[in-house]
């Protein structure tokens, strides 16, 4: 997961999405397996997610993810789903 602006573009009745926020969020889906959810520090830092995740007490387990067309590495959290 993660947020941010993109644009939107509704072709044949279709919404698709596009930008740089759509990319990361595809590119992060690496970060997890079965039964876990990636997510950008975005989503960490809403206070809604954060107060979930303290009250569900979910591990939550933080990566270095390597943007390599950016050639920076950011951090990237995964969490466990039951």
Not at 8 to 15: G, K
Not at 30 to 59: C, H, M, W
């Amino acid at each position: 997961m993660n947020s941010g602006s993109c644009l939107a573009v509704n072709l044949n009745s279709n919404i698709d999405y596009f930008g740089n926020t759509v990319n990361l969020s595809a590119k992060i889906q690496s970060t997890s397996n079965a039964g876990q959810i990636g997510f950008t520090e975005s989503v960490a830092n809403d206070a809604e997610v954060r107060k979930y995740l303290q009250e569900s007490k979910l591990p939550v387990e933080k990566l270095d993810f390597e943007m390599k067309w950016a050639k920076k590495t950011i951090p990237v959290y995964r969490v466990e789903v039951k």
